[in-house]
């Protein structure tokens, strides 16, 4: 995996490389939300993505970032869901093969996904060293190119294209809100923001059972070490090094928020937007309605992150 820090260059690269594979998506804006939040809502609709999530732009940016010797040997990664799908896709889309590592208990619904989309599936115990472990394995008998699904800076990069077509589109903003995972989408949006909008506020959106990043960036170092607990399935993975130092040097501010509030804000965004998006997207609303004083009067971006979500175990229809 290439190790350098990836730049607005970068990202500007992953836009042109992707452009003939993903969509352009949609903005969406709701004066219903707007007097909710007391703020101007952009909502980038990623959740109408190719596969239903940003994940497409990272996973697309990596596998056509590949020379032709590379591509012959197929890819390799982790994933719980919507990195797996968006890699397995990208791989469809240059002819070449994808193996899935899948930790056990992952969502169906993602997983059928992933299978769909024409990986080879692998499974393991659900922890970070069983998953890496596994990659190294099948990197080893299959020659594959690893892109892990948050710190691989062709992924980062490809990630930061989202919130660059946002602030073309419909900029400029005050406040951009992302939410938090692994930090790939967050790296890629602070590095976007660096070139194509200085000054303007990074926000991440974090679930309480899955703080590492507040922590991490409250101490100045990565604080790593926890047991996630959340609805949120796409934010479970832990703050990666190179993701962790970008932010840090971006001065990215970080807004944790309880699963209740997080499904709250999905029902609202059901509801009033009829978009059918999951709780890790839903997450970035929640993180303003949260915090109504760290909004008001703003133009805020929102990135609605993904859309896969299990339809027959809605959270706010179960226990
Ligand atoms: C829908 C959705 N939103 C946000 C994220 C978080 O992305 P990252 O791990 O790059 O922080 C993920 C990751 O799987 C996701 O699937």
Redesign the pocket.
Known sequence: MPTHFPDFNHVLAAAARIAAHALVTPVLQSRVLDELAGAQLSFKAEHLQRVG?F?FRGACNAVWALDAQQATRGVVTHSS???GAALALAARTRGIACHVVVPHGAVAAKVASIQRQGAVLHGCEANIAAREQACAALERETGAVMVH??TDPRVIAG?GTAVLELCNSHGPFDTVVV????????AGTAIALAGAAPGCRLVLAEPVGAADTARSLAAGQRLVEFVPDTVCD??R?TLGEVNFAILRAAGAEVVTVDDAATVAAMRLLWQVTKQVV?P??AIALAAVLARPDGFRGQRVGIVL??G?VDIDALPWAVG
């Not at 939410?179 to 967050?186: K, N, Q, S, T």
């Open positions: 999530a994940k869901g919507n990195h699904p948050y990630q939410p938090v995972g692994g930090g790939g989408l967050a796409g934010l993975g999951e890790s997207a992150s993904g896969n």
